[in-house]
DNA sequence: GTCTATACCCAGATAGAC
DNA sequence: GTCTATCTGGGTATAGAC
């Protein structure tokens, strides 16, 4: 049963990707690894590149699908912070425990330093835009009179969340291997310590 | 003036290597940036991976061969926090502010992913041995009681040297190019206000 | 220490038979 | 849609003349 190959080329090119890097990965690698010859690749995609364009396409798709629930913070006042937190942390976390959004999480951390696509979404889409969104919540937490008024919501934000974006640097590119599901965990846990950390310093 | 082709090749490897990735440059470019023909490399250096490890070594020893003062800190009580933040923070900045530094730290960080030797030296000597430094330096605050003997030192010493780390990852991966010098203002200023929150929150 | 010449291998991609 | 065969280009590295 080779019913749909270019399935199976799409995930093998994920796993391939993520353990080699795009550079370190074979059209023939691939092929083989699917059971087929090289030139029918072309048959299902244009270039290696475009493999590669298709694997991110899927996971922006998948990433943006998603309500961002932190973004609605301001017209839900009357939900606490910790609700807000809570649902952006885990809606981050159920991807990444989904095994292929992991593996092309790598590959996004790996392939980001030149590839023009793969650091554009890096940057807007993961980082920026959650920082912003972070952003908002704290100066919802100022309105409510939960933290100081002369916090600076900004560094509040990037604060929290960039302490979280470095442990998942070094789970995928420092640590890699390690259990995913672990790392889920642990990161959720040192997430909440740190968010700790940083409430206590701020709250009235 | 041929003086010292072995050094024009190292120079030319760091830039490109860091430019383009290990991968992404090949002897023949090394060769013609230099204006010597690709064998003549073999002349200097067994490989091109040889050349790699010369960076890495180069790196290394001027990394290491840095007193590390926080790692005195329980030797010199007297001295107050500020100083070791100072010192801890300035001798890695001062690093950075280097041209051919700040290029092989962007390498390292791009080749940290499968390159054994770049992957061990990063996690060890960039990473843990600093947070155990900082984990020393809280201690350190918790025994002069200038924090609460309940604080987690190691979280407080992750929970501020991982958010650094970020900051050094996006400047050198995420946000490149862009100024150096700027960003070593910048990670010592944003550092500055990440610790003061993460001091208030655990201060007596 | 640099050169020319070359060996050897593997990459991405295409043409055309089946 | 898959195959065989092939094109074209580029990679690392070596041998041996000068």
Known sequence: MKVNNKERIFNVSI???????????????????????????YNHYASKEAILDAILNFYIEKMLSQD???????????????????????????????????????IILIESYHNEKINA??????????????????????FKKVIREDADSRQLAESFYKYGMFLLYEHYIVNYPEDDNEFVEMLCEKSRRHIELIYNSVRR
Do not use: C
């Not at 080699?20 to 090289?38: F, L, M, N, P």
């Not at 910790?82 to 999480?105: C, N, R, W």
């Not at 807007?124 to 100066?139: P, Q, R, T």
């Open 68 to 106: 961002i629930p932190i973004e609605d913070a301001g017209a839900n006042l009357d939900l606490g912070f910790d609700y807000f937190y809570q649902a952006g942390l885990e809606s981050f976390a159920t991807h990444l425990k989904d095994e292929k959004m992991s593996k092309i999480t790598r």
């Open 15 to 41: 796993y391939l990707f993520s353990e080699h890097g795009y550079d370190g990965v074979s059209i023939r690698q691939i092929a083989g690894e699917v059971g087929i010859k090289e030139s029918s690749i």
């Open 121 to 142: 979404f890096l940057k807007k889409s993961i980082i920026n835009d959650a920082v912003d969104g972070w952003v908002k919540l704290f100066d919802l937490m100022k």
